[in-house]
């Protein structure tokens, strides 16, 4: 089997709540998103998707993203898109980082590999270990009172971990938390997560004044090294998220902060086959994982769901179905969520089935020279 062509489609994803806020006055209503369609000369396709939350978050954007599909492209056509390693080998000596790229065909690719076996993805990642797992929501930065609103609002709905986002002015911040653990009592888990906003003296400062609280700290500075100043003498258990791109990083931020969790993102770290090495070494070094993406459809809450799946459900802190956060559909709202917990579609795959016609035009396509 070899790849015949690669053809790269883009659509937007609007927020179903209005306006998504973070630390820093990051803030956005819609996100571009990038699907990669991968097309063999024996007719079984694969899907991926990679949408990257703009440019002000990680160091990747929609523009970068198409161009570095244009780069690999031509080099990948004609491979087996049965042998991830290969395919990942090529992505890698001919094109550092670009990670967003790289994860949309990866995905793609294992969705190959699975229908032409006639097996889940999830089975293909270590097997099916857990028929559902908890999926976290992110509570957008705002008042106290409109964070703590949506919170119980999405209880309602059966969400019972929550991310919330601080990392602004350290008063009101924890304000933020206090209000929110409040709301939640005992009957879920709070995340506060800075994306990296404070500086050392603003984390703290809070984490000082929630040394006691039930509450889990992610990211508080953009640095793992001003995350491990922190972390010196809090109670709190620490997750680190953006700084963490390679198992390099993940042992960094084990060894020298003493992070407890860490927030795997497939574009981040370049897609299914990195991720799940990144999983099995953070579960080794007795982390638990938190398994998602940047942003995404139903693609990206397909692959997330079989990486989910086939995860020690001990090891497992949370997932995330960027699907029950946006409007858009472009594979019939699947995977969904079933009072705050999500499963891994059943059929080969990842099990879903993709409307082209929701994506329309492809941007571009680059095929074999013998088609």
């Not at 933020?176 to 879920?188: C, H, S, T």
């Amino acid at each position: 089997m070899r790849i015949d062509s690669i053809e790269v489609y883009g659509y937007d994803l609007s927020y179903r709540h209005g306006e998504y806020v973070m630390s820093g006055g990051r803030s956005s209503e819609k996100q571009s998103s990038t699907v990669v369609r991968i097309v063999t000369d024996e007719g079984i396709e694969g899907w991926g998707e990679c949408a990257p939350l703009a440019g002000s978050y990680l160091p990747s954007h929609t523009e970068g993203i198409h161009a570095s599909l244009s780069c690999l492209a031509p080099l990948l056509v004609g491979l087996d898109p049965r042998n991830t390693g290969l395919v990942n080998l090529v992505m890698n000596r001919h094109l550092r980082g670009q990670y967003g790229a790289k994860s949309a065909i990866d995905i793609a690719c294992w969705d190959v590999l699975g229908r032409s076996c006639g097996l889940p993805v999830s089975n293909l990642l270590g097997g099916l270990v857990a028929e559902d797992f908890p999926l976290y929501v992110a509570v957008p930065l705002g008042s106290d009172q409109d964070m703590v609103a949506f919170v119980k609002e999405r209880m309602l709905e059966g969400t019972r971990t929550f991310q919330l986002k601080v990392g602004n002015q350290p008063q009101d911040d924890i304000r933020r938390i206090q209000a929110v653990l409040a709301a939640v009592g005992d009957e879920g888990t709070v995340i506060a997560d800075a994306n990296g906003g404070w500086d050392v003296l603003d984390a703290r400062m809070v984490i000082a004044a929630v040394q006691y609280s039930d509450v889990i700290i992610e990211q508080p500075c953009v640095e793992t090294r001003s995350c491990a100043l922190v972390q010196q003498g809090s109670r709190r258990p620490l997750v680190l998220d953006e700084s963490i791109v390679t198992v390099g990083d993940l042992a960094e931020g084990h060894l020298t902060a003493g992070a407890h969790a860490v927030n795997i993102k497939l574009g981040r770290v370049g897609g299914l086959t990195a991720a799940r090495v990144m999983r099995d070494t953070a579960i080794g070094l007795g982390m638990k994982v938190t398994l998602e993406d940047t942003w995404g459809g139903d693609l990206t809450s397909a692959a997330v769901s079989h990486l989910a799946a086939s995860t020690n459900p001990a090891s497992l802190l949370s997932a995330s179905f960027f699907n029950d956060w946006t409007n858009e559909h472009i594979a019939g709202y699947e995977p969904r969520s079933r009072n705050g917990r999500g499963s891994a579609p059943t059929a080969p795959g990842l099990g879903i089935q993709v409307d082209p016609e929701a994506l329309g035009a492809p941007l571009f396509v680059v095929r074999s020279s013998q088609s």
